[in-house]
C-alpha cells in the first residue's frame, strides 16, 4: 500500500503545472548559477595555478552549486509538501482515506516517499551540470558524492518537517509559510548561535556544509535521519488524532 500511495502522490504531482514550472525555474536557475560559476573559475585559473594548495573546480563550483541548490529548495519544498494532508482536511476526503484499510504509518510514509520520488529527480537533473564537468576536468568524486548524499539528506529533512506541518491545518498556504518559516529557523539558528553555542547542532546547515567540503561523519548523517524520523512520527501521530472522533 505504501508503493500505491507514493505513485499516485508522485502522479499527482506531475499532473500539477506547479510542479512542471518549479522543475523549469529551478533547472534555469541551476543552469545560470553553473555557467556563472564556471566562468569565473577559467578566469581565475591561471591565478590559482600557482598557488600551492589551491581550490579545484570542486571547491569553487561544484560545493557552491550544491549548496544554492539546497537554499533555493528550502523555498520550494513547502511549496510540494503544504497540500499533503492539508488539502486532504480541505477538501473533506481524509475520513475516505482512514477507512481504506491502511494504517496512518502507510499513508505517512506513502505521500512522503511520493515527494521525495520527486525532488530525487530534481536532485538528478542538478547533479547532470557538474557531472557534465569529468569530461574536461579533474574534479573530486569522492566531494561531489558526499555533497550530493548531503543535499538528498537535506531534502529528505525539508519533505519531512513540510508533511508534518501540512497535517496540523487546513489550509495549504498556511502550511506552506509554518513550513518555510520552520526550516529557515533551522537553517539559521547557528548564525544567532556564533558558531559556540549549543542551538548549532541543530541547524540543518551545521550539518551540510561538512558534507558539501567532502568531510564524511556518521554524526551529521544519523542527525539528518533522527530529524527525518522525529517528523514522520509527529505525522503519524498527529493522523491517528485527526482520525479520533471528536
Known amino acids: 500500500m505504501i508503493k500505491i500511495i507514493a505513485l499516485r502522490e508522485l502522479k499527482s504531482l506531475f499532473l500539477s503545472p506547479l510542479a512542471w514550472a518549479m522543475l523549469v525555474v529551478m533547472q534555469l536557475i541551476m543552469c545560470y548559477q553553473f555557467l556563472t560559476q564556471l566562468e569565473t573559475y577559467l578566469q581565475l585559473q591561471a591565478k590559482l595555478s600557482v598557488l600551492e594548495a589551491s581550490p579545484g573546480i570542486t571547491d569553487l563550483v561544484i560545493a557552491p552549486l550544491l549548496g544554492g541548490a539546497a537554499i533555493i529548495l528550502l523555498l520550494i519544498v513547502p511549496l510540494l509538501t503544504m497540500r499533503l494532508i492539508s488539502e486532504e482536511q480541505k477538501n473533506q476526503t481524509l475520513p475516505l482515506l482512514f477507512s481504506a484499510p491502511v494504517s496512518m504509518t502507510q499513508i505517512i510514509l506513502g505521500k512522503y516517499l511520493g515527494v ?33 548524499l548531503g543535499l538528498i539528506l537535506v531534502l529528505a529533512s525539508f519533505a519531512a518537517a513540510g508533511l508534518y506541518m501540512s497535517t496540523l491545518t487546513r489550509q495549504p498556504a498556511i502550511a506552506a509559510v509554518s ?40 554524526a551529521d548523517i544519523a542527525y539528518y535521519l533522527l530529524f527525518i524520523c522525529l517528523f514522520l512520527v509527529l505525522s503519524v501521530r498527529r493522523l491517528e488524532r485527526l482520525r479520533l472522533p471528536h
Request: aromatic residues 14%; proline residues 3%; hydrophobic residues 65%.
Open 179 to 218: 513550513s518555510f518559516g520552520l526550516l529557515l529557523f533551522l537553517w539559521i539558528i547557528n548564525w544567532s548561535a556564533g558558531g559556540g553555542n549549543a542551538l548549532t547542532w541543530f541547524s540543518l546547515l551545521t550539518h551540510f556544509e561538512p558534507l558539501l567540503k567532502g568531510i564524511f561523519s556518521t
Open 116 to 148: 521525495l520520488g520527486f525532488l530525487f529527480i530534481l536532485v538528478i537533473m542538478i547533479a547532470l551540470m557538474p557531472l557534465s564537468l569529468i569530461l574536461g576536468a579533474a574534479i573530486d568524486l569522492g566531494q561531489l558524492l558526499s555533497a550530493l
